[in-house]
């Protein structure tokens, strides 16, 4: 059974520390979506990408957030530095069947904590 | 500016009984909507969706239900059970992107 792998599942780090997040799409999907859970905005769309390309990245505080896909099978979001506001839950989704709306496959998320 | 709206955070009810979730979408380019379904500690999954063009779809004890002139998508789950107890996240595509809402919690008592 085909699945978006995420690790860590949890992260405890420092305010001002590096985090990375990888997330492992699905084989032959060619759409990976960033996405963050918190209480207000729900699931809210940090950067997705399409065939490895960043197609919007908009919801993303540029000057400490950056996400890229070193290859087909490896997304990554980084935040540097990280503050206490960081914490949640970070989802990784990946997409791509027959049409451009098919479902989208979750990982199970990276429960980022910041202290 | 949240484009997709679901206005209860939670819900209660009997098993047995329907249960009915609600969401609003301001965006009339919205062409493809989706519900997921998600319990603690795991991603979200795909439950039903259903087409702009349509104004039903249905997958066994779930029914989703779209009203474009409203701009309102409901999802009936009948009969509930215990286990359809999670958050549940109303989703709207534009084929590119997917946006989703803060959820609703339901739960189902024995």
């Known amino acids: 059974d085909a699945r978006v792998t995420q690790t860590p599942r949890h992260k405890v780090t420092e305010m001002g520390q590096e985090v990375t997040m990888r997330c492992q799409p699905i084989l032959g999907h060619n759409t990976v979506f960033w996405y963050r859970q918190t209480m207000m905005q729900g699931l809210e769309l940090l950067a997705y990408f399409r065939n490895r390309a960043p197609l919007d990245d908009s919801g993303m505080p540029k000057d400490r957030f950056s996400a890229e896909m070193p290859d087909a099978t490896l997304a990554t979001l980084k935040i540097q530095p990280s503050e206490p506001r960081d914490s949640a839950v970070y989802f990784c989704?990946?997409?791509?069947?027959?049409?451009?709306?098919?479902?989208?496959?979750f990982g199970n998320g990276t429960r980022l904590t910041v202290t | 500016d949240q484009q997709v709206k679901q206005n209860s955070p939670s819900l209660s009810v009997q098993e047995g009984r329907i249960s009915i979730l609600n969401c609003d979408y301001t965006?009339?380019?919205?062409?493809?909507f989706l519900w997921y379904k998600k319990y603690p500690a795991e991603g979200p999954t795909f439950l039903i969706s259903?087409?702009?063009?349509?104004d039903k779809n249905e997958d066994g004890r779930f029914t989703v239900f779209l009203n474009k002139s409203a701009k309102h998508l409901s999802l009936h789950i009948v009969p509930s059970q215990p286990g359809d107890s999670a958050v549940y996240f109303c989703a709207a595509s534009t084929g590119n992107q997917f946006y989703f809402g803060t959820g609703t919690s339901l739960t189902v008592i024995p």
């Open positions: 989704a990946s997409g791509g069947g027959q049409t451009p709306s098919s479902p989208l496959h």
């Open positions: 259903i087409s702009s063009i349509k």
């Open positions: 965006n009339s380019m919205f062409d493809y």
